[in-house]
Structures are given as C-alpha cells and as structure tokens.
C-alpha cells in the first residue's frame, strides 16, 4: 500500500486503549496522545466521541472489526497503520477496552516493530473489569471470590475456550468476553460442574448510553437473555459476586414468595 507524502515527521505508533464504551472512561494519557495524533485508526466498538480530541485536519479512519460486518483484516490494518505512520507521522490506534485483553494489541506492535517504529502502549479500562464494576459487581469479593478468570467466549476457531472446562469447575468469578452466541454450550458446563444454582448476569453494551443489563441464575440466565432480547456485544459474569447486585436480590425474593 503507498500513501502520499504528507509532512516529513517522525514515525511513531500509540496502541491506545478507549476503555468500554462510555467516552468519560477514556485515560487523561489518552486524550493527551490523541491531541498529538496525525492520524488516528478506530475500531467500531469506539465511541466516536472521542476523535473529537483528535486534532481537526487529522486523518480518521474507520478499520471496522466487528463480527458479522465488514471489516479489514488484522494484517490489513497492521499494513496500514504502519504506512500512515512512515508517511504522516504519529498514528493513534485506537481500541476497545484495553489493547492486550483479547485486542491483538501485542501483534500490532510486533509489526511496527519489525519496521524500528516505535510504540507507545496506553492502557484503557478493560471491559472484563470496568463494565461489571459499573453495575456494582466486584470482580473479587472476601468470602465470596478470591479470582477471577477472563476468558474468550469464542476461539479463532469458532470453538469455545478449553479453559471454560477449567474455569466453570473453579470457584473463582468467570467473566467471559465475546460469548453470548455461545452462551448455550457455556451455561451447559456450568450444569455439568452442578452449577446450576449459580448466579449469572449478562451485560449488553456495557457503559454504554443503551446499557441493558440481566441477572438470573446459571438455570435460568438463557432463557432470560432470549426474553430480554439480549445482543451482542454483551458480557458474561458467572460467581457468587453477582449475587450482590441489588436486581439479584430482588430476584431471590421473588423466588422466595413463590415458593
């Protein structure tokens, strides 16, 4: 790929993380690298409230990289970012969450790398912590969890992770990204595993102005998500540390008084 002559600048590469959705999470480091972007690469989870830190004239480009729609492939967007950099100077890649949980982050520095460019990594707030963390769902939780696992609903082989076999047995809080479309085969080992009392949340757009949140039990959480017409992008929470949302609590009740 061969792009114009801009300006001679030196090249440069910043993997900034955006955090979960909502543009107010964004790092102060963040905004500041933006303020100096040349041009800025952004997914389609970002909130494009954020390029308005970007500097007018800066070029913005969308490179997609959702499921289900068009979007450039990893090595595409690699090239790309590397050509942008060598002919317009510093290039903001901007990601969803943080750009080393399940963001390729580290493979897009390894290509910048391999052309002496060098890189900046900024974190963002990771939506595996942050989004439950927003519902008042701690991660962790004396006397209820001391770890958590983050695990990848779906492989780059469009199977479910071999570690949710380990994770759904452990007593630590799952948190599962990209999974809802598997949410059927991940409830079922949780069945397995006679979790099947457990509690689970599913959050969709995560601190997002659209947020929809539900919780429910590892027996019943697929039958809520279809009536709630829950859609991706959403995230899974299964561990006793749901049980402290007050809707958990409301939801116990409720139960209570049927029974």
Do not use: C
Request: no cysteine; hydrophobic share 45%.
């Amino acid at each position: 790929m061969s792009l114009a002559q801009h300006t001679h600048k030196e090249p440069k590469i910043t993997l900034l993380g955006a955090g979960p959705g909502d543009p107010e999470l964004l790092t102060l480091k963040g905004v500041n690298a933006l303020k100096t972007a040349d041009v800025v690469l952004y997914d389609a989870l970002i909130n494009e409230a954020l390029l308005i830190h970007a500097p007018f004239n800066a070029i913005k480009v969308y490179v997609g990289k959702r499921s289900g729609e068009h979007s450039f492939e990893q090595l595409a967007i690699n090239q790309l970012m590397v050509d942008y950099a060598l002919n317009y100077g510093h290039v903001v890649r901007l990601k969803g969450g943080d750009p080393f949980v399940f963001g390729r982050g580290y493979e897009e520095l390894a290509y910048a790398d391999s052309y002496n460019i060098p890189v900046t990594v900024i974190p963002g707030i990771s939506s595996s912590i942050g989004v439950p963390g927003l519902q008042q769902i701690p991660v962790t939780h004396r006397g209820l969890s001391e770890s958590f696992w983050v695990i990848t609903g779906t492989t780059s082989n469009g199977e479910i992770s071999e570690d949710l076999y380990q994770a759904s047995r452990s007593s630590a809080t799952v948190i599962v990204l990209m999974g809802l479309n598997k949410l059927d085969q991940i409830v079922a080992l949780f069945k397995a595993a006679g979790k099947q009392d457990l509690p689970a949340a599913v959050v969709q757009n995560g601190s997002s102005a659209d947020e929809k949140l539900v919780v429910g039990k590892v027996a019943t959480i697929l039958a809520i998500v279809k009536k709630e017409k829950i859609k991706a992008p959403a995230l899974l929470v299964f561990g006793e540390v749901v049980s402290l949302h007050p809707s958990f609590k409301t939801l116990v009740q409720s139960y209570a008084s049927i029974a």
